[in-house]
């Protein structure tokens, strides 16, 4: 545990250089607020906190930057909670009042939107499929043995599956079974598709729809992510290997997707370089927050930058777009 100065000027030293991504001195952090002692006493504490691992020394000559643990000690004990502006909120919350058509495009203006207001890269990992409300059912027959089963998800997007028949199958027995799914699963998601159904009397009818529910459980589900921003990764690495490897990364949907998805897992809102485990984005911090929908998580949104990133306003940006993006998607 720091004392109160060596935390002041641990404090000092994180804003500086998160505001001028410039080794910081002693002189200048003696001037800080909060700090009130003498350059020389500064020295000394910097030298201290440099032994324990909270801060490093790039030349011999420079001041001072933090590292991973630094950043993890300001995070979790010396920033004050952020808060978005009034003006800020009030912009989030028109966006999401004006959302409307496909989700898809609502998470695409998401992360555009969370990537302006943070001049970080953004994530936004929407729900699958399979929790989205069904909006209607068609089996369309193809040949003499096979059909489509269409679903239409009340978020604009489709999914489709082939579905083997029988000789016995006629086009009725289609019509009926476009029919009893259409009843049993509008309105509801497809992860609880096999509860909705109930037996419709006709055997050849009940196969059917046994068979393209059993198609449509087994197609892939994966998350979807949609990252916005990617031009402020080239602005906030100096290094062009460091800007490669992350937009690298950035492409890989499974990368970020897992990724995201871990951090939600462990219950943390900030991951710190390599606290993430994610080699190639070492030099990256990530802020996170679930979307939650009627005490569901269905997705989440962050930011992704160096990690001296502002962590106050990252956390409480990300915070307000995840809280407004649960409000919106319980309208889908």
């Not at 909060?34 to 030298?47: H, I, K, M, Q, Y």
């Not at 729809?209 to 602005?235: I, Q």
């Not at 937009?247 to 462990?266: G, N, P």
Request: glycine share 8%.
């Amino acid at each position: 545990m720091l004392d109160d100065r060596k935390a002041a000027i641990l404090s000092a030293v994180v804003r500086e250089y998160i505001t001028t991504a410039q080794p910081v001195g002693s002189t200048h952090i003696a001037d800080a607020p909060g700090v009130g002692v003498s350059p020389a006493t500064v020295r000394n504490e910097l030298a201290v906190l440099e032994q324990e691992g909270f801060l490093a020394q790039p030349h011999t000559s420079a001041g001072r930057i933090p590292t991973d643990k630094g950043y993890r000690f300001f995070v979790d004990r010396l920033a004050a909670p952020g808060r978005l502006d009034d003006d800020a909120t009030m912009r989030v919350g028109q966006f999401f009042m004006d959302a409307h058509g496909r989700l898809e495009e609502t998470l695409h203006r998401t992360s555009d939107l969370l990537a302006s207001r943070t001049n970080y890269a953004a994530l936004v990992v929407g729900p699958k499929s399979e929790t989205v409300a069904v909006r209607s059912v068609q089996m369309v027959g193809v040949s003499p043995t096979l059909a489509t089963v269409v679903v239409v998800l009340s978020n604009g997007s489709v999914e489709n599956e082939t579905v083997h028949l029988g000789d016995d199958v006629t086009d009725s027995h289609l019509a009926a079974a476009t029919g009893h799914l259409s009843a049993a699963l509008a309105g509801d998601a497809l992860s609880s598709a096999a509860a909705a159904l109930k037996p419709s009397g006709d055997p050849i009818v009940d196969r059917i729809c046994d068979e393209a529910l059993t198609a449509l459980r087994s197609s892939p589900s994966d998350d979807h992510v949609w990252v916005g921003g990617t031009s402020s990764v080239a602005a906030a690495f100096d290094a062009v290997e460091v800007v490669r490897e992350v937009l690298f990364a950035l492409e890989q949907q499974f990368i970020v997707v897992s990724l995201v998805s871990d951090i939600v897992q462990r219950g943390m809102s900030v991951a710190i370089g390599v606290e993430h485990g994610v080699e190639p984005l070492s030099a990256c911090s990530i802020v996170v927050s679930p979307v939650v929908v009627d005490g569901e998580h269905v997705g989440s949104v962050g930011v992704l930058g160096p990690t001296r990133m502002n962590y106050p306003q990252a956390l409480a940006t990300v915070d307000v777009v995840s809280e407004r993006l649960g409000r919106r998607l319980r309208d889908y």
